[in-house]
């Protein structure tokens, strides 16, 4: 296999980690309350524009911008979960699409409005310069999204599947009245689920702002790439998100490496709709 292939191959699983990051948030609250967040990919694309405004007023990349960018987005989901989600839920499944697709609206024309609709970008030297592992070339940017990305992502499967507070949010996903009556309150524990998912893609986005354009629209593309992320790899699985974000960036590299970088998603796309129609149920979700 040439040297080529393999940096392509690499650039894809790094670009694969980022798509898992932001995607887990997506599978975390369909797992936790069985809603689909139409505005998820917005949330990323305003994690993106934080990071800008942070390098505009200090001057510093993504060690603070991710941070910042986390804890501003954190505190949207939670503000969202109470000012909608939690009407939305009492009423039928066509509210809470409508809800969240009005509110990627607002999300997406108040960044227009706020930023304008020209292209950003972060200085390409945000992060600096390119690594050379065992003769593959790797962008700083990339290489940071990536090992974070993955190393979040995992953290996050942690949080949910060995600790107290990942008990407690995967009782209210089973039962919210008989985790009630265990002393859990399911609104905590659905608002922290918010925080922590608009969090992961808060993250992401500041991850991904030091190699990617930055515009109020990046949230659509964004968005479907997070659904399909979670499509593939299972509703409700975190570590079926990591492995579908992994195959999806490789298969996005690969694509566009051989056949050109216009055909990629065509390659994706098939290949997806391709894999439901064997397996509707993702790879890791549940028959």
């Known amino acids: 296999m040439s040297s080529i292939l393999v940096q392509v191959i690499v650039g894809g699983l790094l670009l694969g980690a980022v798509y898992a990051l932001f995607s887990s948030g997506l599978t975390l609250i369909w797992g936790m309350m069985n809603i689909v967040n139409f505005a998820h990919g917005d949330f990323v694309m305003l994690g993106m524009y934080v990071a800008f405004v942070v390098w505009t007023m200090l001057g510093v990349g993504p060690f603070v911008g991710a941070p910042v960018a986390a804890l501003v987005l954190a505190t949207l989901?939670?503000?969202?979960?109470?000012?909608?989600?939690?009407?939305?839920?009492?009423?039928?499944?066509?509210?809470?699409?409508?809800?969240?697709?009005?509110?990627?609206?607002?999300?997406?024309?108040?960044?227009?409005?706020g930023f304008g609709a020209n292209f950003l970008t972060l200085p390409g030297d945000i992060v600096g310069g390119t690594y050379d592992v065992f003769g593959i070339k790797l962008q700083a940017s990339r290489l940071l999204a990536g090992v974070v990305a993955l190393l979040?992502?995992?953290?996050l499967h942690v949080l949910l599947t060995r600790t107290s507070l990942g008990s407690k949010m995967l009782a209210v996903s089973e039962d919210a009245t008989a985790a009630q009556l265990m002393g859990i309150r399911p609104?905590?524990?659905?608002?922290?689920?918010?925080?922590?998912?608009?969090?992961?893609?808060?993250?992401?986005?500041?991850?991904?702002?030091?190699?990617?354009y930055i515009a109020p629209t990046v949230g659509e593309t964004l968005g479907i790439v997070a659904f399909v992320t979670v499509s593939l790899g299972g509703f409700g699985s975190v570590p079926g998100a990591l492995v579908a974000g992994l195959l999806i960036g490789v298969i996005e590299s690969l694509?566009?490496?051989?056949?050109g970088a216009?055909?990629?998603?065509?390659?994706?796309?098939?290949?997806?709709?391709?894999?439901?129609?064997?397996?509707?149920?993702?790879?890791?979700?549940?028959?």
């Open 77 to 113: 989901g939670i503000i969202v979960y109470f000012a909608l989600i939690r009407s939305v839920m009492k009423g039928p499944m066509l509210a809470q699409i409508l809800g969240t697709f009005g509110l990627a609206l607002l999300l997406r024309y108040s960044v227009f409005w």
């Open 152 to 155: 979040v992502t995992l953290g």
């Open 255 to 259: 694509s566009a490496y051989l056949i």
């Open 187 to 212: 609104d905590s524990m659905q608002a922290i689920a918010w925080a922590i998912a608009a969090g992961a893609t808060g993250i992401a986005g500041a991850l991904i702002a030091t190699f990617f």
């Open 262 to 287: 216009v055909y990629k998603d065509i390659v994706v796309y098939s290949l997806f709709l391709c894999f439901l129609w064997f397996r509707p149920q993702g790879l890791m979700g549940k028959t």
